[in-house]
């Protein structure tokens, strides 16, 4: 028999080992219109503005600082080599192409929302001064074994000449600001390997906070408690969820990911949040729980399980507010209590992201580990 789960019971199996809602397809109940205009971009042109960062293409969740304050939720390159050579090939001969989605920044820069695959394959093929652009290889045989410095003259002035039409989306903030520009992207993003709801909020809300995720993201307790990184950013969300139900749990309302979204929105740049009060938290709370309840305490099942993550790490957290755990041994005993409860088991298994199961859970965990000596 197929076993058949409902909207909200769907899970992420085959991306990680993680049990939680499918936040992609919560709707927005109140999607707002957007404004956007169409423009047509010479190669030469879009290929000048991706090299001054007009045109910003950010990478995916980088590592360190970049020179624009738009950090990525573009997913790593992903064309093969022959894709590459067909598309400038296509350009060369005159074929129709696909278009290309950005939005306006505050800033007025350029973020790509669709196109990066196409865009950073004409910036790699015109090259720069310390990296010569690439030859075609798997094209017709009167372009075979050609970099743009070895095009003739024609056929350089073609493909500099060609055009690309280009959708701009308007960064409007009484029309939905950033969240009209998410749920742009998110219909646009319907590719095989669809982005996180995360994967988009990393560039859409980037700044301070977004640079602290990530930074606690490799806490040694939380990686022991939750085991390896996510390449879907599930650990880093989670850390972001710790924080907005800690903080903001009174003003919870679905959709989660709107949730969310407001609370990085809000806090982008640190503004509003002891941030540092956030990070002792998070530390403390995280090696209590790894040291005196373990791994099990975010898996109801062999998976880790993001509503009980919720409801364990706001529980604790809000037992350490109280004062020194003198008992912390009993923290153990208060989980295994807490998740033999079956109302407890419904709120962390069934329709997650309701309003009343996630104030139930985290109310559970709280009275469970309030009681610990």
């Given at each position: 028999m197929t076993d058949l789960k409902s909207v909200d019971e769907q899970v992420s199996e085959a991306e990680e080992d993680l049990v939680d809602l499918d936040e992609r397809i919560e709707p927005f109940p109140d999607a707002q219109p957007v404004a956007y205009f169409g423009t047509d971009f010479d190669v030469h042109g879009l290929v000048r503005r991706l090299n001054q960062a007009d045109i910003v293409i950010p990478n995916f969740d980088p590592a360190g600082a970049t020179d624009s304050d738009l950090e990525g939720f573009q997913r790593s390159f992903v064309w093969r080599k022959y894709q590459m050579d067909r598309f400038?090939?296509?350009?060369?001969?005159?074929?129709?192409?696909?278009?290309?989605?950005?939005?306006?920044?505050?800033?007025?820069?350029?973020?790509?929302?669709?196109?990066?695959?196409?865009?950073?394959?004409?910036?790699?093929?015109?090259?720069?001064?310390?990296?010569?652009?690439?030859?075609?290889?798997?094209?017709?045989?009167?372009?075979?074994?050609?970099?743009?410095?070895?095009?003739?003259?024609?056929?350089?002035?073609?493909?500099?000449?060609?055009?690309?039409?280009?959708?701009?989306?308007?960064?409007?903030?009484?029309?939905?600001?950033?969240?009209?520009?998410?749920q742009v992207f998110e219909r646009l993003n319907t590719g095989g390997a669809n982005l996180t709801p995360h994967e988009i909020r990393v560039a859409l809300y980037s700044g301070e906070f977004v640079r602290l995720l990530r930074d606690l993201n490799g806490d040694v307790n939380w990686r022991k408690l939750y085991g390896p990184r996510s390449n879907r950013l599930k650990d880093q969300e989670l850390i972001l969820r710790f924080a907005a139900f800690r903080l903001n749990s009174e003003n919870y309302k679905r959709p989660l990911k709107r949730f969310l979204n407001d609370f990085v929105g809000d806090h982008r740049n640190g503004a509003g949040i002891d941030m540092k009060g956030l990070t002792e938290s998070f530390q403390d709370v995280c090696k209590v729980i790894a040291t005196h309840i373990g791994r099990r305490a975010f898996r109801a099942t062999g998976q880790v399980n993001a509503a009980l993550v919720d409801a364990v790490m706001f529980g604790v957290a809000e037992r350490h507010d109280q004062g020194v755990i003198k008992e912390p041994e009993k923290l153990g005993e208060a989980f295994d209590a807490l998740v033999k409860q079956q109302e407890f088991l419904t709120a962390i298994g069934r329709a997650t992201a309701d309003e009343d199961r996630v104030a139930r859970r985290l109310t559970m965990a709280k009275d469970s580990f309030g009681v610990v000596p």
């Open positions: 400038i090939e296509s350009l060369l001969l005159g074929y129709p192409v696909p278009g290309i989605f950005l939005v306006q920044q505050p800033d007025k820069k350029l973020l790509v929302l669709d196109g990066q695959q196409r865009l950073r394959s004409l910036q790699a093929f015109y090259g720069t001064t310390a990296a010569p652009g690439f030859a075609l290889d798997d094209v017709a045989d009167a372009y075979a074994g050609a970099t743009y410095d070895t095009l003739s003259e024609e056929d350089r002035r073609t493909l500099d000449n060609t055009f690309i039409h280009g959708t701009i989306v308007k960064y409007d903030p009484e029309q939905g600001g950033d969240d009209a520009v998410y």
